[in-house]
Structure formats: structure tokens, C-alpha cells
């Protein structure tokens, strides 16, 4: 595969060349330094002259690799305080930057007494997802083998 885009050094300096010539009134040997100084800039980049073949690796840059689907994750105690705590008014009036940082002191604040009923309802969320049972399936039959 040819790289797209590929440039010729002296294609752009007559380009450019030509365009100065026909915007301003120059002389021949004005242009003629004019096209000295770019060839002289240019030729401190490293620019092809002729059309180069890339390679497999320049291929694949930039796109992304295909990823299975989603290994799916558990519920945690806090995922769930979150969720309710974000219908709470003083949450909802809070500013949006805000509102994380205001759940999690909140949470902190909580003894292990006040986490209860959080981890109860994140262990039957988890409990009830068949997704988490196949997949827990999945890692002890890999662990076995």
C-alpha cells in the first residue's frame, strides 16, 4: 500500500515558487533564492521523494485492537449507596463537580452499621445477575484446568 499524502520536495517549491511569482512582482533572481531557502528548510525533514510502501506496522497504527465483549463486575456496597444517594435533594442541589466528592465523605462517614443494608442489597443485585454466576463458572473451571 502506498502512504497517502506523499510529498515531493521540488513540487512544493515550485508551487510555492509560483504562487510568490504570480502575487508579487519579483525578480527571476529573487525567485531563484527564494527557492534555495526552501529546498534549504525542507531538506532538514525527513520527506520522501518518492511514493513509499508502507509497512504492516504503519497500518495499524491508530486503530484499535477488537476486544471480547465486557467481563461483567460486581456490584459493590458503595456502587449502590451512590445510586441512592444521587436522588437525595441536598445531592441534587449540589453543584455537579461537587457531587462525588460530597457521596464519598458521606460514605466514610458511615459506620459499619450504616454500610449494612448497602452491602445486603449489593450481595442480592450480585446474587440475582446470571451473567456474574457464568462468569464466576468460567474462572473456576480456568483455575482447575
Keep these: 500500500m502506498v502512504a497517502k499524502d506523499t510529498v515531493n520536495v521540488q513540487d512544493i517549491v515550485n508551487s510555492f515558487s509560483g504562487k510568490v511569482k504570480t502575487k508579487y512582482t519579483l525578480g527571476d533572481e529573487v525567485l531563484s533564492d527564494i527557492e534555495s531557502m526552501i529546498n534549504e528548510i525542507l531538506s532538514g525533514y525527513f520527506i ?5 510502501q508502507l509497512t504492516a506496522a504503519d497500518e495499524s497504527v491508530g ?6 465483549p465486557k467481563k ?3 456490584t459493590s456496597a458503595y456502587n449502590v449507596y451512590v445510586k441512592k444517594m444521587m436522588q437525595e435533594e441536598t445531592v441534587k442541589a449540589a453543584v455537579p463537580s ?3 466528592g460530597m457521596i464519598g465523605k458521606m460514605w466514610k462517614k458511615l459506620d459499619d452499621a450504616g454500610k449494612a ?20 463458572t468460567e474462572t473456576k473451571t480456568e483455575a482447575t484446568a
Design 63 to 68: 486503530k484499535k485492537k477488537a476486544k471480547g
Design 48 to 52: 520522501f521523494s518518492e511514493p513509499q
Design 117 to 136: 443494608p448497602y452491602v445486603e442489597e449489593a450481595n442480592a443485585l450480585n446474587a440475582a445477575n446470571p451473567a456474574l454466576q457464568a462468569a464466576a
Design 98 to 100: 461537587e457531587k462525588m
Design 72 to 74: 461483567p463486575r460486581k
